[in-house]
């Protein structure tokens, strides 16, 4: 890992690194997990997660203003010499749980750094951004550093099971009337390998994010003893409707912010391609077609998705299910909406008697702009600290909870400033998650020249 040029990086940056590393270490060892059945709940992670932040970060919790969010999630305000423009930096607190039987090289709690990474769960989801921010802070502090305008810090806590804590941020900021001039959370990252046919890493910027529903398909009959089964049954009858919405995708577009990333790419595109991307918005059907055929990861970017995530029938081998049901996850793409979603999937199942019922309804999230100061800020901060990297918008595929804070900003955007490559993208939220001891540095100096240059 590593890559920005020595001029990148100040001369004591194997210090600076270290530090951060060992603020790190602690905080992902507490196994702060988050569980949708609050039954299965810890808090007492929670609390020994705050308590360590304070430990780590003195100067911060002494001379930032805390408010406590329910569900121990935390809001920190930094005054700056004007209130006119605030800017909130997100991070969340809470992990996803740990398959115990997946081949992990290294314990997911132990933080142990092994070749130059830190492994362990949280690493890159999200506990690198909370650190980076908090590190960030906390040495412009020591130099009696006061940022030109109010920086808020909101660590949430339910992130991973989209709970209340970053809604219930939003609410406290709205009370007191904060208007954020623009917001900033986790999402892209710098990526390596990140577009097919691109060698330089391309620093995404998330500017939306396609939004999260979930559908539940039901079929109910007469169900019975096994020996005597009946054609299309519920379990035949929801497995015909699976097989249907499978081989029904939704129609492929693009979306104003991916021409973007695509005319940036185009100059470092293989020259077959760079007309072809340079010229994105006149050449947008042609272009479709070469991102749907271009393998998953691309040809998300042109539709809402559809996967099938969860399957329950029969409580016995030897009973016929009197119901069968099908959970159904959708990432729905800029342009379309929950309701034209439903009516796609009903058309496409084309059966009455399968259920659709909308269990939980997210549409993707406004278009935050690109031709304005917020991202411009982003953007150059981006080349001084990544100069390899080409900095371009994007639209998240997953969701955040900068989500919620559309509602009070316009401008909200989505940006992890590490190196990862492919294969830690495709650790989060699996096994072997893990960050590069330097790409935390640079990271951390990343947001700490993103708060100077606040103006």
Excluded at 88 to 115: C, S
Excluded at 286 to 302: C, H, Y
């Amino acid at each position: 890992m590593g890559g920005s040029t020595a001029s990148a990086r100040p001369a004591d940056f194997a210090e600076v690194r270290d530090r951060t590393v060992a603020k790190l270490q602690p905080l992902v060892r507490i196994p702060t997990v988050s569980h949708i059945d609050p039954g299965q709940g810890d808090e007492a992670p929670f609390v020994a997660f705050t308590e360590e932040l304070a430990r780590q970060f003195p100067l911060l919790h002494e001379h930032l203003e805390l408010t406590r969010i329910p569900g121990h999630a935390l809001l920190f305000r930094w005054p700056g010499a004007s209130a006119d423009r605030p800017v909130v930096l997100m991070a969340h607190i809470d992990v996803v749980p740990v398959d115990e039987a997946a081949p992990w090289q290294h314990p997911a709690f132990e933080a142990r750094i092994v070749d130059a990474q830190l492994w362990g769960r949280g690493t890159l989801d999200d506990k690198a951004c909370l650190v980076g921010i908090a590190e960030a802070v906390e040495r412009l502090l020591e130099r009696g550093f006061r940022p030109a305008q109010d920086i808020w810090l909101s660590f949430g806590s339910t992130e991973e099971i989209s709970g209340d804590t970053a809604r219930l941020a939003v609410a406290e900021l709205r009370s007191r009337g904060v208007e954020p001039w623009f917001v900033l959370d986790e999402g892209g990252a710098v990526a390596a390998d990140a577009f097919p046919w691109i060698t330089p890493p391309l620093a995404v910027v998330g500017v939306s994010e396609k939004g999260t529903t979930t559908l539940e398909l039901r079929v109910d009959g007469r169900g019975g003893h096994a020996s005597t089964p009946v054609r299309m049954d519920a379990t035949a009858r929801l497995a015909r409707a699976i097989v249907r919405l499978d081989a029904s995708p939704f129609p492929a577009s693009i979306p104003e912010p991916t021409l973007e990333m695509l005319r940036r790419i185009a100059p470092h595109a293989p020259l077959p391609l760079r007309a072809l991307f340079g010229h994105a918005t006149r050449l947008r059907p042609a272009l479709t077609r070469v991102l749907v055929a271009a393998g998953p990861e691309p040809a998300a970017l042109t539709r809402t998705t559809v996967a099938v995530t969860t399957l329950s029938g029969s409580p016995a081998h030897n009973v016929i299910a009197s119901t069968a049901r099908a959970g159904v996850n959708v990432r729905v793409l800029v342009g379309d909406t929950v309701a034209s979603v439903v009516a796609h999937v009903t058309k496409a199942i084309h059966d009455k008697r399968v259920t659709i019922s909308v269990v939980e309804a997210g549409e993707a999230s406004p278009v935050s702009p690109v031709d304005d100061d917020a991202f411009r800020l982003l953007e150059s901060t981006i080349a001084e600290v990544f100069p390899d990297a080409v900095p371009t918008p994007y639209v998240m595929m997953a969701a955040t909870d900068s989500r919620f804070f559309t509602a009070i900003c316009p401008r909200v955007y989505r940006f992890a400033p590490f190196r990862m490559t492919k294969a830690q993208r495709q650790a989060i939220h699996s096994y072997d998650e893990h960050i590069g001891i330097d790409d935390l540095g640079d990271g951390m100096l990343w947001y700490q020249r993103l708060i100077e240059r606040i103006a």
